[in-house]
């Protein structure tokens, strides 16, 4: 019999992991797979950025800023339910607290709980779950919960029955429970036998919105594209950076949240949107980027994953080729052989990997048109001497790739070797509900980028020009009327404390790496010149306050 028995349990409060190390006053650290950037590698990452900018303002891009969550559906259907990214890793919730699962279980228990002796929630049974088993007379009923009546519980329940009697010789009930309005529709799928559970839920309850983290940002910038028309725009070239989150398990250059640098060009196709050319001026831009910020051995990994037609075919292929060989592979790629063949080229057992290299490559199925489009760009790189290889085996882990699909990698950065991804996706605004809207992209993994730049931090970043040591009560005032005047010179100022020695004034200015310091005490401030010493080289001089400016940056 099972163990846990937690019916009552609904609503019980538990006390938290966070509500213990609050009462213990533990030290709060940052979540799992997040991560604080501090400085002085703040400075990397707004080196890059601003690098970046400027490379996109040359090829006329524009920025887009997208909110950092959106509905949970838009990537069910842009990215697609079977990939990783939607199946395992969205961070997910329900606006407005409570969620379907808790609000019908609160009803059950409320409405039916109390015809039974017994009751055990969410109990496991083989591979499947069940929400309550109920027992009458010893007899068990398996119950249900369902917000929307369909077809498919009804096939779990009858599989979760077999299971049941052949683990324990007894054959359960089975129950559906729902909300009235759904009741009759439940009635006219289910076959006899099958009770039909009514659940009356407050009034004004509507299912809440479902609500997601966006783990990328191509579908919230192609939602963006169809919500506000921009196709009367015509060609759209857009860049965003910014946050991205996946519960993905942490690891060198793989985080929760993590930032990407997108770039999308998205118009009609009689903007151009679905010319080579795109393709092959995305990949020089990037090219271009990746030289600009100073990362040199990088790969261009290069395929064309074809367009639907060709992709049916090849996952026929795919299917057949896997048949005589799934069994033999892991659990996720006997689902995917089944749902969607070409996520198996996903897979990262290292026991898959063998009958991998055996399945059919997509080239096999290219259409004429799509092998066209692809011997273009290979055609545009060339001539701009951008140098590629090609990969057959790149499908990229995100379902509405069309045609021309790739990545660049970088040796220094060991498992995580992608430093970008992108890719054609000339279907994905009709699957969300959008005019045709031929499109491509990519988005630079921003944590990587900063990863492999060989640069020191201190190369990048702005000391400061001159550190001002205020000498003496009354000087703070003085100090901080020489710094305004200097920062309007674009100067970098720094600035110590009246109450500081003067050694400690130098001990400050040194360690922040400070060209000059400049003392400002009683004395100075009568003659209205100031003692600016060079601390590399020692040398003092007496500047007057008209000067300064100039003096310091002099040199
Ligand atoms: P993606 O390949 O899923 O593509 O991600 C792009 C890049 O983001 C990866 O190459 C990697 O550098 C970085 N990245 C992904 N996950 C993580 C992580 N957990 N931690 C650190 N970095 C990570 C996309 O997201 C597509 N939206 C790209 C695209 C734009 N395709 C067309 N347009």
């Known amino acids: 019999m099972h163990e846990k028995f ?137 119950v249900e919960l369902k917000f929307r009546a369909d077809a498919g519980v009804l096939l779990r329940l009858q599989e979760l029955q077999d299971e049941w009697q052949q683990r324990w010789g007894v054959r359960p009930n089975l129950a559906v429970a729902l909300p009235i309005p759904e009741v009759n529709l439940m009635q006219e799928l289910a076959p006899g036998g099958i009770e039909i559970q009514r659940l009356a839920l407050p009034e004004d309850y509507d299912l809440p919105q479902s609500l997601t983290l966006r783990p990328e940002n191509t579908a919230g910038i192609v939602r963006a594209y169809i919500e506000h028309k921009l196709w009367e ?59 600009r910020v100073g990362i040199t051995n990088w790969t261009l990994e290069l395929n064309s994953v074809g367009c639907p037609a060709d992709r049916a075919k090849f996952n026929e292929a795919l299917r057949q080729a896997l048949a005589p060989v799934v069994d033999k592979m892991c659990a996720d790629c006997q689902r995917r052989a089944v749902t969607n063949p070409l996520r198996v080229f996903d897979c990262k057992v290292p026991e898959d990997q063998p009958i991998i290299d055996t399945l059919p490559t997509i080239s096999q199925f290219l259409d004429e048109a799509c092998r066209t489009h692809y011997e273009e760009v290979k055609n545009i790189l060339n001539a701009v001497q951008v140098p ?29 070797n992608a430093i970008l991804g992108g890719g054609r996706y000339d279907g994905l605004s009709e699957a969300l509900g959008g005019p045709p809207a031929p499109g491509i992209g990519f988005a630079i993994g921003e944590d990587r980028l900063v990863l492999s730049l060989t640069a020191s931090a201190e190369s990048v970043i702005r000391k400061p020009d001159v550190y001002i040591a205020p000498l003496g009560a009354g000087m703070n005032r003085e100090a901080a009327r020489v710094a305004r005047e200097l920062r309007r010179h674009d100067l970098v100022v720094d600035l110590g404390d009246e109450s500081f020695r003067l050694k400690k004034s130098f001990e400050a200015a040194d360690k922040m790496g400070a060209r000059y310091i400049l003392i400002v005490g009683e004395n100075e401030v009568k003659v209205d010149a100031f003692a600016l010493k060079h601390l590399a080289s020692g040398e003092q001089v007496t500047v007057p306050r008209a000067q300064l400016a100039q003096r310091i940056l002099q040199k």
């Open 6 to 142: 937690c019916a009552q349990g609904i609503g019980e409060r538990l006390t938290t992991n966070s509500e213990r190390r609050t009462a213990n006053n533990e030290m709060i650290k940052s979540p799992r797979g997040t991560r604080d950037l501090l400085p002085p590698d703040t400075a990397f990452w707004n080196f890059v950025e601003a690098t970046v900018r400027e490379v996109f303002r040359a090829y006329n891009f524009h920025e887009i800023r997208t909110p950092i969550f959106e509905s949970t559906e838009l990537f069910a259907r842009g990215v697609g339910e079977e990939t990783d990214i939607v199946s395992k890793e969205m961070f997910t919730w329900f606006d407005r607290g409570e969620g379907p699962e808790a609000v019908l279980g609160k009803a059950w228990a409320a409405q039916h709980a109390r015809k039974y002796e017994r009751i055990e929630a969410d109990v496991r049974i083989g591979r499947l779950e069940v929400d309550f088993v109920a027992y009458l007379n010893n007899q068990p009923t398996l």
């Open 233 to 291: 725009r015509g060609l759209n070239k857009f860049f965003s950076i910014g946050p991205m989150f996946r519960r993905e398990r942490p690891q060198k250059g793989r985080y929760r949240q993590f930032y990407q640098i997108d770039a999308e060009v998205i118009g009609p196709a009689s903007s151009g949107s679905q010319s080579p050319a795109r393709d092959a001026e995305i990949l020089e831009l990037l090219a271009t980027l990746l030289d």
């Open 388 to 416: 590629y290889v090609e990969n057959p085996r790149l499908v990229r882990g995100l379902d509405y790739y069309t045609r021309t699909a790739f990545e660049f990698t970088h040796g220094g950065l060991g498992a995580q």
